[in-house]
């Protein structure tokens, strides 16, 4: 026990730093706070449901709180079968959100470089430059937690790689099963997507090395295990994968059913590519990876009393505490001006980290470094989308599954990665001796003198760069004209480029004060001014003082607020109280004093809603609100059972109208209009009353006796049981009838029943779900089944217990070998 504490002292005594600076960091945590994200919150309502018919930690598979039903698994779902799942679960219950997100940013870094065998305070201070990558603390403040998680095992699963790489190959592969399921696991696939494209580049990297160092048996040895442990860890989410998969392909990420007009000969299988590129980062606006504020920074952030907006406003006569909130106000909405839409703070790596990497581009020898460098450069060349497009098309257009992805922008994440980690290979290289001192002064020179003559030009003519002018800037001067008259507004919009150009300017000096304290510590050890442990401190303090800073400008201490403050972010109104007087265990519900009810999941907590919150919704569902609902055709309200609306209103803030016509659950109709396709189907309903007529695809006539069909005036159909997964109902009829339910159609999992015996049923009114049902009194059953998620858990069982007797094996075998080399010892000696 003494030895294995004296061998691994070094890595305990990192994680409990780690966890003392997660706790720091996050210091409101501990007065009982909680940190309010905006998307958990919208999380938390969206899940109401699924959480409220959970049973045994097992939700159901599909929910009807939010655009009038969809499946949950990107929504809530646990996989019980899947050994990841249980060690997510575990951390999560150990460290509080978002110490848990953090420490695991940490953490993975130092793993990654121990692999990489470098000695623990270098691994230290690698760990630290990964995790507090500014867009890390950015998408913890926002609450995507899928995404923050997904990232935190880059690290390990590219020193598990590495690792393979350089030696201890069945090591390297047990343990990229495990952080590849973990990965996968945490359901972010198109992190997962970009982190792949990138160790394709490094391994392309490792091979061409491989055939220059005549070792490519070793290197396919290695590969080969490593292939064997992709799959194990791809298995253990067999069930994740599968399921995401089959509905993917229904989702606004898939294949539209619709024909657009001018429809071009090559039919796009993916997103919209204006949707997709949407939050493309700017060429230039990639000078926040030196410069965090160079661009404003974000959108939110006032303007302060210190500027020039603000002495604007005042010169102009407006009272010092108005022109303050004024200032505020404009800071809010002008302070970034960058081309995204909008953005909650910037892509910054850190000046002392940027410089070191730059430095380890021409110190740097191996294919490590070129991996790094070429990875790097593809990340940022596509974050720029549409402000580089002929090379982002290319990868739209070809690469398998890359258009299905939007926010391309957030592809620098492996930026985020591999720029620390040539940094931190610099420093090993450095303090090891395998680059000459000559060598690292020379390039040293030139490299201080390049980044910092950037920045001192940048910091005297920030103007030389920047144009600060945004594409917003238009709107902003109307509404300054109307506010203060043309001369004040332009005067105005003068100030608040003039404060633009200010914060940039300020934070250029501040990246170069950080670039010159790293330049002067490695100089300093380079000409032997210095011991390894001050400059090990230096830089340490340097990077984290420089990024830690950066970090809290965007998650700070006031994001976190009292516990209770947190469960009263969505609390009932009168009007929700009122709709929840009603009985009826199933209706809908619209609400328009959301703003947006179809981008907003707060009605989701109360109520089954027609609107929510969820970047892959059903294409069919969009295609149906784009060509009814945001129309207003109260025929298609009726249909989705919309019986309470709930409506603005200027003296309570907001009443409910009851729809009388909403159609119920089910309904019998005594006429059918068959058309042609899905364009067919929906233009059919602008004008078809469902009540009566149901708009059915000729795909599906075969489905229908039109012979046998009447219709019963005095037949009844309602609801009697009611689950997410389970929808039972009781009929009536003198005659054979057709019957439209007021539910969203999705065969990739809903099966039918009449009587406990399987019955056929089809689609009508494009949305909805219907069937042929034969005279007399039965009992109807829609059953929530898909066989992806059962036999997909079903397989990641199996490889489950693959992942954990492979670990084990591989443990065994490095025992045993330990074994022989102390026993072998011993003889010698």
Sequence with gaps: MNQWFKKNWPSILALVLFIAICFIYFSPLLQGKRLLQSDVIQ???????????????????????MFGGMPSFQIWAQY????????????????????????????????????????????????????????????????????????????????????????????????LSLFLA??????????????????????????????????????????????????????????TLWVTYEYAQETIRGKSDLVKPQATAKESKGLDKEYAYQWSEGVMESVTFLIPDAYGGANGIPFTPKSKVYGELVKNNVPAQDAAQIAAQIGGAARYWGDKPFTSGPYYFGAAVIFLFVLGLSLVKGPLKWGIAIATLLSVMLSWGRNFQWFSDIFFDYFPMYNKFRAVESILVIAGLLVPVLAVVLLNQIFEGKISKDKVLKNLKYTTYGLGGFLVVFLAMPGLFLSVQSPNDTNLLQQLTGMGGESMANNLMAAVKADRLNIARLDAFRSLVFVLLAAGLIWAYVTDKIKTEFVALGLVLTIIVDMWGIDKRYLKDDNFAEKRMFAQTIQPREVDLEIKQDTDPYYRVYDMTTGNAFANGATSKFHKSIGGYHAAKLMRYQNFIDSQLVKGNPWAFNMLNTKYIIMPDSAKGARVVRNEQALGNAWFVNGVKFVNNGNEELAALDFANPKTTAVINEQYKKNIDIIKMNFDTTATIKLVSYHP??????????????????????DKGWNAYVDGKPHTYFRADYLLRAMQIDAGKHTIEFKFEPKSYYAGEKVSLVCSILLVAGIAGVGFIEFKKRKKTEASEEVNV
């Design 725 to 746: 997964e389970k929808l039972v109902y009781e009929s009536n009829s003198a005659v054979s009838q057709l019957v439209v339910f007021s539910e969203v159609y999705y």
């Design 80 to 175: 019980p079968c899947n050994l990841a799942s249980h060690i997510i679960d575990i951390w999560n219950k150990v460290f509080p959100n978002p110490v848990n997100f953090v420490l695991l940013y940490l953490v993975g870094g130092f793993f990654l470089f121990r692999m990489l065998r470098f000695k623990p305070w270098l691994s230290f201070l690698g760990a630290i430059a990964i995790a507090f990558s500014s867009y890390n603390f950015v998408l913890v403040e926002a609450g995507h937690t899928g995404k923050a998680l997904a990232i935190a095992f880059f690290a390990p699963i590219l020193g598990a790689i590495l690792m393979a790489f350089r030696g201890r190959r069945l090591w390297g592969a047990a343990l």
């Design 182 to 239: 973990l990965e996968i696991r945490s359901n972010h696939l198109q992190m997962t997507y970009y982190l792949m494209i990138a160790i394709l580049v490094l391994i392309i990297a490792e091979l061409v090395d491989a055939v220059k160092q005549k070792k490519l048996v070793d290197f396919t040895k290695t590969a080969a295990a490593l292939l064997v442990a992709a799959i194990i860890g791809l298995g253990v989410n067999f069930g």
């Design 43 to 65: 999380a938390s309502a969206v899940q109401q449901e699924i959480m409220g018919f959970r049973k045994d930690g097992v939700g159901p598979l599909w929910t009807n709180a």
